[in-house]
Structure formats: structure tokens, C-alpha cells
């Protein structure tokens, strides 16, 4: 007995100490896991058995209350937030009387002291002359900014943002302080400027400086939709989430506490890196904006609460990324739309999928044979967290 004991001792402590060990890492996991799947389950069920979020109709909705200062909280956003820098004739003519025919207005939601990504963008996919020259369609850019954070380099951040649009003239910026948590603020802002600026304009793209997007498919994919049957009516087309969860993990970035939501499921929106509505649902959001408390900061289910009292769904494209970035390959460049977290690289892309799309376009059987085989060898691997779905290979 005395003996066993001794050897069990030496052997089995270490088994003891190692099982102790696994366990508790488990039941860490485990619980992160548990809380993960069950607000999934949760937000699943809620979102395809029920799908009505009728009490985003009721209970955010701040119409019904005016403030006694005269202006509702939105309503008077240009009022609460003036305009440092602004450019109310850049959808009209020269003369500034009559409307431009917009095919586009492309909004870069951008942090004051990235200049550089604005500049990149600038001379590449956000290029208005080259979508003038090379695609004859006019695109409106504008970067939707605010006030620098940190305020022991605000001045001269608010100095060189200034000069910076005194050369190029496609800054906005309203005098909020430009922050994550903020970026409601931000959202609103682009739809309040074209509602007031350039009502005119077919469609409108949200995007953040990191992507990157193939203007010519996109100026491609729009004008297809403007020549369907049912032309660009009541579009809202991206990357969709169906029925996400709110996160409660205090520690996420993307943290909202049951009071700000206290509901299992947010409706369905597009992602916030790029996304693109028809001009009737800008509008449509623009009401939403007005009747909306939008104290929610994430900016994308704020969006995606805006067009569910509005009555507008989203269209899943798969060529719209959400997260990740696309593979590097001709045979993506094809399809591709956006792409997501580029920065250093977008000069590079932008040449590749040009000089790619020059070459030669019209290609044989043979060829999407070959293309759709690289797709899925690109986009249907399972350990890999792709930009776009496996499916996407086959469009
Ligand atoms: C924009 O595109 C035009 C036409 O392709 C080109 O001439 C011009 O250099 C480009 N602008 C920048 C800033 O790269
Ligand atoms: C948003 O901007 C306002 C106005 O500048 C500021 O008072 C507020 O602190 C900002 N909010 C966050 C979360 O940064
Ligand atoms: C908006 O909602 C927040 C949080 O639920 C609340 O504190 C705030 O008073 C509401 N604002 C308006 C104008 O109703
Ligand atoms: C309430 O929300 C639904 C969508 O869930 C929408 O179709 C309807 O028009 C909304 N009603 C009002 C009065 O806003
Ligand atoms: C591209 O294809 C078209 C039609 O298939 C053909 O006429 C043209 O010569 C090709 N251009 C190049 C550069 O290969």
C-alpha cells in the first residue's frame, strides 16, 4: 500500500497536475464558448422564427419626443455638428446652379491624420477622373471626417487637413470627435449631406480608408443594375450579417450593454467596410435618421435598424468582403468588388486589377474552366477564414 502510494505519487502527480490543467483551461473556453454559441442559438432563432424587430418601431423611435430646444437630437445634426469643412457644389455643375449626373457618390469614412490612405485612395479606385476617362461614368468622392482625438495634436492635425483639402477639395468634416464610438455620428453625417447636397445621385458607397475597392466591376455591376427591369430601386447590396448577436463580452470593441440593446438579435445589415444603396433608400435612410435614437455606436447596425423600420432588406453579393482580403490572382480580380484591410498595398492591387482588366476581358471556355478552379482552390479552403464564400467561386 505504503509502496503503491509512493509510486502513484511520483507518476500520477504530474497526470493530476496536467488533467488539473487541461480541465481548467476547458472550463475557461468552455464558458467563452458556451456564451458564444448560446447568443447565437439565440439570435438565430430570433432571427428566423420571429425576423420582426417591430420593437425597433416603438421603442427607439424618438419622434414622438421633440426636445424643448426645438430640434430633435438628429434632426439638428448639422446644428449640434457644423460643418469645419465643407463642399456643398460638389454634385452640381460648374456654374453651381444645375445637378450633375451622379452616377455614384462615394463616401471614405476616414480618421483626420490618415493622409496617407486618403492619398492612395485618391490615385487609385477613388480616382474621379479615371472613373470620368476610362469608365464615362461620374463618381463624387468625398472623405467623411471628424475632429482629431488626441488634443495635444489637434491643431496641427486640423492645420494640415485644411491644406490638405485646399489642394484636393474632397474633405467633410463636422465637429464631433472622431472615434470609434463615434462613427453613428459619422454615418449620419454622409446620409444628412446627401439628402441636402446631392439628392440627385443614383447610388451611394459607405467605405472605410482600408479597403479596397475594383471600381471599374463596381461601375459595372451599377450600371447593369440601373439597365434591369426593375432599375436601382430599393437596393442595399454588401457583405450581409444575418442575424447576429450583440456582443456582452466587456472586453470586445464591439461591446453594447442590454440597456443600449437589450434585444437577442440585431436585423440583418451589410457590413460597415463597404457597402452601396440606390438613391431612393439613401433617402429612405435619411427619414430613419430623423425618427431613430442613435445612441447604438456601432454604425452598421445602427444602418441596419435604419432600414428595417424603413422596410428595406439587403443583398448578399459575393463579391462584397466583409472581413478578410481577397487572394491575389487574376481570376479573383475578375469578380472582385471590395476587399478588406489594405493599406500599404493598394497602389500595387490597384495597377495589378487595371493592367489585368486591360489585357483582356473576353475569355473562353477553357479559361473560366481554369479561373473557376483557382477559385476554389482560392476560396474553399476549410482552415481558412476567406473574404468571399466558397460559393462565390462558381459565379
Ligand atoms: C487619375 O486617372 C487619370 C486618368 O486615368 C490619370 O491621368 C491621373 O493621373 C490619375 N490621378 C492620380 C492622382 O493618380
Ligand atoms: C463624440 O463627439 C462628441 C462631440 O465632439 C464628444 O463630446 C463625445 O465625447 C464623442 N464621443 C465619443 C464616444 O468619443
Ligand atoms: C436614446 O437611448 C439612450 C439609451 O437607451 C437613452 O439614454 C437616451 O435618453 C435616448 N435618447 C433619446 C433622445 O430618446
Ligand atoms: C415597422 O417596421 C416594419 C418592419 O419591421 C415596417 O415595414 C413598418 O413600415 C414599420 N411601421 C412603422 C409605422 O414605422
Ligand atoms: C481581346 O479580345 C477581343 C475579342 O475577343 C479581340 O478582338 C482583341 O484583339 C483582344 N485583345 C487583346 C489585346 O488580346
Not at 35 to 49: A, E, F, M, Q
Request: net charge positive; proline share 4%.
Amino acid at each position: 500500500m505504503f509502496i503503491n502510494f509512493r509510486r502513484i505519487h511520483k507518476w500520477k502527480c504530474v497526470q493530476l497536475l496536467t488533467t488539473a490543467m487541461v480541465l481548467c483551461v476547458l472550463t475557461v473556453c468552455w464558458e467563452e464558448l458556451d456564451h458564444h454559441v448560446v447568443s447565437h442559438v439565440r439570435s438565430y432563432s430570433y432571427r428566423y422564427l420571429f425576423n420582426r424587430y417591430d420593437f425597433l418601431n416603438t421603442t427607439i423611435s424618438h419622434s414622438n419626443h421633440p426636445r424643448k430646444d426645438g430640434y430633435s437630437r438628429v434632426a439638428g445634426h448639422s446644428v449640434k455638428y457644423p460643418y469645419l469643412i465643407n463642399h456643398p457644389n460638389k454634385c452640381r455643375g460648374k456654374n453651381g446652379k444645375v445637378w450633375d449626373d451622379v452616377l455614384l457618390l462615394l463616401f471614405v469614412k476616414s480618421s483626420p491624420d490618415n493622409f496617407k490612405r486618403r492619398q492612395a485612395i485618391r490615385e487609385t479606385w477613388g480616382n474621379e477622373s479615371f472613373a470620368w476617362s476610362q469608365l464615362g461614368v461620374s463618381v463624387t468622392l468625398l472623405f467623411a471626417t471628424g475632429i482629431y482625438a488626441d488634443e495635444a495634436h489637434r491643431s496641427r492635425v486640423q492645420d494640415a487637413l485644411q491644406q490638405e483639402d485646399n489642394a484636393f477639395g474632397d474633405l467633410i468634416q463636422q465637429s464631433f470627435i472622431d472615434t470609434f464610438h463615434n462613427l453613428t455620428t459619422k454615418l449620419i453625417m454622409q446620409f444628412h449631406w446627401s439628402h441636402k447636397y446631392c439628392p440627385q445621385t443614383h447610388f451611394l458607397m459607405s467605405a472605410d480608408d482600408d479597403i479596397f475597392v475594383h471600381m471599374p466591376n463596381l461601375v459595372k455591376y451599377l450600371q447593369q443594375l440601373l439597365d434591369s427591369q426593375s432599375g436601382a430601386k430599393d437596393i442595399w447590396v454588401g457583405h450581409v450579417h444575418k442575424g447576429a448577436p450583440p456582443v456582452r463580452r466587456k472586453d470586445s470593441k464591439y461591446f453594447v450593454p442590454y440597456d443600449l440593446y437589450p434585444w437577442p438579435s440585431y436585423p440583418d445589415y451589410t457590413a460597415g467596410a463597404g457597402y452601396v444603396v440606390s438613391g431612393d433608400v439613401a433617402s429612405k435612410i435619411y427619414q430613419a435618421t430623423l425618427v431613430l435614437n442613435s445612441s447604438l455606436y456601432i454604425d452598421d447596425v445602427f444602418m441596419g435598424m435604419c432600414a428595417k423600420i424603413m422596410g428595406v432588406s439587403p443583398l448578399e453579393h459575393a463579391y462584397f468582403s466583409g472581413g478578410g482580403k481577397a487572394p491575389y490572382h487574376p481570376c479573383i480580380y475578375d469578380h472582385m468588388i471590395t476587399s478588406h484591410g489594405h493599406s500599404a498595398d493598394v497602389r500595387s492591387l490597384w495597377r495589378a486589377a487595371i493592367d489585368f482588366r486591360a489585357s483582356n476581358s473576353s475569355r473562353g471556355f477553357l479559361d473560366e474552366l481554369y479561373c473557376t478552379a483557382v477559385r476554389v482552390m482560392l476560396l474553399c479552403r476549410l482552415h481558412l477564414q476567406s473574404t468571399y464564400s466558397c460559393t462565390a467561386a462558381f459565379n
